[in-house]
């Protein structure tokens, strides 16, 4: 009796797993299809081109009042 229960057991097992690996196997497939099928019919937009700004310097501060409300500012920040 305990070895019909195992062979059922194991069956059962190879049966599900089976069921699962063929589901998942169909479902790569179907993906992979539809994907193509999207990419053939509707295309991504290539993007313009667009010149991109050379490197510059950092800016320099040279305003003293900007300085000033600058410095007070983190003065503010740090008192808090």
Known sequence: M???????????MLFGMG?????????????????AVIQKYFPEAEP???PTPAAQAPAQVNDPKLIAIIQA?????RNK
Do not use: C, P, R
């Open 73 to 77: 500012a983190i003065e503010q920040h």
């Open 19 to 35: 069921t699962v690996f063929v589901f998942l196997t169909l479902l790569v497939i179907a993906v992979n299809i539809m994907s």
């Open 48 to 50: 313009e081109a667009t």
């Open 2 to 12: 305990s070895a019909s229960l195992m062979q059922q057991g194991t069956d059962l």
